[in-house]
């Protein structure tokens, strides 16, 4: 079975840099692409971006200029740099992991909150 | 660019039948598949249509999806419905340069 777990600061400054890694288990991360969507506190979900194991990446439009996706297939797996942060960012981060034919994805990690303070 | 129009809530009793539609904004999905996922108070999001209309392993035949191209939506129907599928449900599909989400629909089973 497909696991994702998260990892990273809980709580980040505004203005700051966060950096979160999700390791992956059960899966090469060779085989897919992998992906980060967020959650506002009580609202929906936003995709963030997605990258191919060989490093070729794609952004959401609306947050391409602050967003940067790494992956290290040595440790099997794939990190997010998010830059100038505010309290808009403020949300539940996940990491999952794509499906080419369909641009969605199947396996999910079970999150991360990730609070931006002033 | 493309969005997903999703009724805010819907409830249903249990046994019954409940249908979740997810609109798209510009037109035809067309060739661009629509997943939907299942999300419970305090859990991450889970798969529970893939590819428009298919199952992954271990979701109930209860659940189904389908595409109506005259109406430009796309719906994720629940049959025999139980307490245990309240949940937030998502739409989700793409277009040349990003992967939207629906707003999310709340069903509650009462």
């Known amino acids: 079975q497909v696991q994702l777990q998260e990892s990273g600061p809980g709580l980040v400054k505004s203005s700051e840099t966060l950096s979160l890694t999700c390791i992956v288990s059960g899966d090469s991360i060779s085989s897919s692409y992998w992906s980060w969507i967020r959650q506002p506190p009580g609202k929906g979900l936003e995709w963030i971006g997605y990258?191919?194991?060989?490093?070729?990446?794609k952004y959401n439009p609306s947050l391409k200029s602050r967003v940067t996706m790494s992956v290290d297939t040595s440790k099997n797996q794939f990190s997010l740099k998010l830059t100038s942060l505010t309290a808009a960012d403020t949300a539940v981060y996940y990491c999952?992991?794509?499906?080419?034919?369909?641009?969605?994805?199947?396996?999910w990690g079970q999150g991360t909150l990730v609070t931006v303070s002033s | 660019n493309l969005m997903l129009t999703q009724p805010h809530s819907v409830s249903e009793s249990p046994g019954k039948t409940v249908t979740i539609s997810c609109t798209h904004s510009s037109g035809s999905f067309g060739s661009n598949f629509v997943q939907w996922y299942q999300q419970r108070p305090g859990s991450a999001p889970t798969t529970v249509i893939y590819k428009d209309d298919q199952r992954p392993s271990g979701v109930p035949d209860r659940f189904s999806g389908s595409i109506d191209s005259s109406s430009n939506s796309a719906s994720l129907t629940i049959s025999g419905l139980k307490t245990e599928d309240e949940a937030d449900y998502y739409c989700q599909s793409y277009d040349t340069t990003n992967v939207i989400f629906g707003g999310g629909t709340k069903l509650t089973v009462l």
């Open positions: 999952a992991r794509g499906v080419m034919a369909t641009i969605g994805v199947d396996f």
């Open positions: 990258i191919y194991y060989s490093g070729s990446t």
